[in-house]
């Protein structure tokens, strides 16, 4: 059993930065692949980025490619995800995941075995 906590959400302005942390709990971090997802009012939850077990592969959407950086930290078992030029389609919930099969990055969101609660990011116009 995975244990993740969210944390770094705020409120910012349209071009903002934020980073959101995602700790995790429980068994070996670096066994598992990570990801960030985002849910929007009224709205799917959607892709944002992943990364597998040992950094060697990550995968982003289209729609934050150049802007957003996931990243990791095995040794203190800890997901980032970096946010750059922030938008107003940005505003979100946003929930890391992680699945078993720790080498394969994976954009779909069954493929996830544990999920966080969310943080809130909103980016004002």
């Known amino acids: 059993q995975v244990q993740l906590a969210e944390s770094g959400g705020d409120l910012v302005q349209t071009g903002g930065s934020l980073r959101l942390s995602c700790a995790a709990d429980g068994v070996a971090f670096n066994r598992y692949g990570m990801a960030w997802f985002r849910q929007a009012p009224g709205k799917e939850r959607s892709f944002v980025a992943a990364?597998?077990?040992?950094?060697?592969?990550?995968n982003y959407a289209h729609s934050v490619k150049d802007r957003f950086t996931v990243s990791r930290d095995n040794a203190k078992n800890i997901l980032f995800l970096e946010m750059n030029n922030l938008k107003p389609e940005d505003t979100a919930a946003y929930y890391c995941a992680a699945r078993v099969r720790g080498d394969i990055v994976s954009s779909a969101a069954r493929d996830y075995d544990y999920w966080g609660q969310g943080t809130q990011v909103t980016v004002s116009p």
């Open positions: 990364v597998s077990r040992l950094s060697f592969k990550t």
